[in-house]
């Protein structure tokens, strides 16, 4: 169920979805799967658009700042002071170069580095560097009870690992940003993935982890071109047809892998009960049906 909403007074976007459980995504068709789980028109121009999903309460979210300064809102519905009075957010660029400014301190944030900006930053500011090349800036918010560090990671720093072959379609290479061993948050992890020419398959062999929700947004895939992401439950899985700079909700109990008709590069991000990285359980690809 969808509640699609906007805060005319200051012009703020966000939609309201709430939690599915898999007996109900079973009965769920093409249009509906899509109205639930796909998140389209995150990068409009001069605006930002959020997306509340009641699966561990994670906003998603992107903004465009073209021509002018775009502040983070305060939507009624969270019912705080600001944005991130009991929250933290992850930020990862996937356009041109681009301004954070949190709190007086400005980040300098480059295509594919990560900020991260913790409990208590009360005024958060976005912009882009140039107008004829806007940074593209994807925002996952999670709730948070601690405040860590505000912090940049570049690209470079992210401990980059290689993984997959070509002859599985698969090869790419996996930039870790928000976990146990990168950047310190209380409960969301975040890095992205980039894959080779070639290769079109992503999180080889599939996985779950129902102590976690997660969120896959797809950038860098052309824009005649299409991903087929897959989730429901392993042994009955479904498929959403997303296209360039388009999220896709993915609950605990869902699967979550996808297949491109070209090579592209997706975020990941997770918010739940811990922060371990590698806690996934397997399903292997003879197990799927």
Not at 88 to 108: H, P, Q, R, S
Request: glycine share 8%.
């Amino acid at each position: 169920m969808v509640d699609g909403w906007r805060d005319k007074s200051k012009n703020i976007i966000m939609e309201i979805r709430f939690a599915i459980s898999p007996a109900e995504e079973k009965q769920l068709g093409t249009e509906q799967l899509r109205e639930n789980f796909l998140v389209q028109q995150l990068m409009l121009d001069d605006e930002i658009r959020l997306v509340y999903t009641h699966h561990d309460r994670v906003i998603i979210g992107g903004v465009k700042p073209v021509s002018k300064t775009i502040s983070l809102p305060n939507h009624p519905e969270l019912r705080a002071d600001y944005f991130l009075e009991r929250r933290e957010i992850g930020i990862i660029n996937v356009g041109g170069a681009g301004i954070i400014k949190a709190d007086g301190k400005e980040f300098a944030i480059d295509k594919m580095d990560c900020v991260y900006l913790g409990k208590g930053t009360a005024d958060v500011k976005f912009k882009s560097k140039s107008k004829n090349e806007p940074a593209l800036l994807y925002l996952l918010s999670s709730p948070a009870h601690h405040k860590y560090p505000n912090r940049l990671l570049k690209k470079e720093k992210a401990a980059p690992v290689q993984l997959g072959t070509a002859e599985t379609a698969n090869k790419r290479t996996v930039y870790k940003y928000i976990h146990l061993d990168g950047i310190k948050s209380c409960q969301l992890v975040m890095g992205l993935t980039v894959l080779e020419s070639g290769s079109v398959w992503n999180s080889i062999p599939p996985h779950t982890h129902t102590r976690r929700m997660e969120v896959y947004f797809y950038f860098d895939l052309p824009q005649d071109q299409r991903i087929f992401h897959f989730m429901g439950e392993t042994n009955e899985t479904r498929h959403i047809v997303m296209a360039n700079n388009e999220a896709v909700i993915s609950p605990p109990w869902s699967t979550h892998f996808g297949c491109g008709t070209s090579n592209y590069g997706f975020i990941w991000g997770m918010a739940g009960e811990n922060l371990v990285y590698t806690d996934m359980d397997p399903a292997p690809v003879p197990t799927l049906k």
